[in-house]
């Protein structure tokens, strides 16, 4: 079976394309490296001892992408490859709309005309907006208050029409809820492009030194001890899922959105702690205000993925934060 991975250089996908290359899959990954590096590629090579073709392609450029499919027998797709940065988003949302919503039809197209009709694609719990109640189920209304949660949702209505369109298409969509951690090498892990806008990554610069302090955006939220709640789940497991997920759609026909949480909220203040314990490191840090379009409290409820997917994540927040420490103290500038 040969799977492309689109974004297989990103964090998500580089631990994606390691656990397909490890449970037998041949893969091509596709990825225009505008939010990542090449070098990820030698190191899912080394990771695996796997060898696999990779093309530096932008989804947008309808040419290069039909080569790919030329060149190479595609059975599925897993489709990482999209901007991420809920703030940038903001700031730049044309950007946004047309790297992600017209990259993935691009990509549905050039699919549709090289009769690959089976995909796996990324989406996120920021669908689920500021008026659901965690835990989070499938079924619930989504609303989204940023352009880069649109696109997802966009993507999400887009994915449904084709598949009602013609049954042939078998989709599988995933909402990620918090990813951290890295494999347990170290050899690969979350490398952001400048100040990191997430959590994880702030507080494993702060470890190694690039950052002097991490900042707190808020601790009045109603919460046990006032700080953000999140459900964290190791960026393995979460690999894990997009292969049963895969593995679904090779098997039976169907589209189906999933959850892929651990169902458990830590606070921004557990998190920390938590950090600190397994790394025996100290994280100073400073308490501003809430940051715009955050939500007090979100976790998942899992269970629909253990039941149709049977799977479940399986590790703690313990080796979340020693798999984080371990990618950064390794690699102090990222891949560079
Ligand atoms: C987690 C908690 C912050 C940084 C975002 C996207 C979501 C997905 C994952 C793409 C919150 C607090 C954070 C810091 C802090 N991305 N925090 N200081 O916002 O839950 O989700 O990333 O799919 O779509 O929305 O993750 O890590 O940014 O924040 O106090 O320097 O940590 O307020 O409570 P978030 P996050």
């Known amino acids: 079976m040969n799977i492309l991975v689109t974004g297989g250089a990103g964090y998500i996908g580089s631990h994606t394309a390691v656990e397909l290359l490890e449970d037998g899959y041949e893969i091509v990954l596709l990825d225009n490296f505008s939010n990542s590096k090449p070098e990820v590629v030698n190191r899912i ?142 050899l690969i892990g979350e490398d952001p492009n400048g100040e990191p806008n997430n959590l994880m990554p702030y507080i494993t610069q702060v470890a190694v030194g690039i950052r002097d302090k991490l900042t707190i955006f808020g601790n009045d939220y109603p919460t046990h001890d006032g700080t953000g709640v999140r459900d964290y789940i190791h960026v393995v497991d979460l690999a894990k899922g997009h292969a049963k997920a895969l593995k679904k759609i090779l098997e039976k026909q169907g589209t189906d959105v999933f959850n892929l949480g651990t169902g458990i909220g830590y606070s921004v203040m557990e998190l920390i702690r938590y950090f600190e314990e397994a790394n025996e490191i100290n994280i100073p840090v400073t308490l501003s205000g809430r940051r715009p379009g955050d939500v007090a409290v979100c976790y998942a409820d899992p269970d629909k993925a253990a039941r149709i997917l049977d799977w479940r994540a399986e590790k703690d927040i313990y080796d979340m934060c020693r798999d984080s420490w371990r990618w950064q103290s390794k690699n102090p500038e990222g891949y560079k």
Not at 79 to 93: I, L, M, R
Not at 108 to 114: A, L, S
């Open 45 to 186: 090579k080394s990771i695996t001892g796997k060898d696999f073709k990779s093309y530096k392609v932008d989804l947008l450029d309808k040419q290069r992408l039909e080569k790919v499919f030329e060149e190479n027998p595609i059975d599925a797709v897993i489709h990482f490859a999209g901007f991420k940065a809920v703030g940038e988003s903001v700031a730049n949302p044309i950007k946004y709309y047309k790297n992600n919503v017209v990259g993935t039809l691009i990509l549905c197209e050039t699919m549709n005309r090289y009769n690959v009709k089976k995909m796996v694609f990324s989406s996120s719990a920021t669908v689920y907006g500021m008026n659901n109640t965690s835990p989070l189920t499938e079924d619930m209304p989504l609303s989204t208050n940023n352009p880069y949660g649109s696109t997802k949702m966009m993507i999400e209505m887009i994915l449904n029409d084709l598949s009602y369109s013609d049954r042939d298409w078998r989709l599988s969509i995933l909402r990620y809820f918090n990813p951290i951690g890295a494999h347990e090498s170290g």
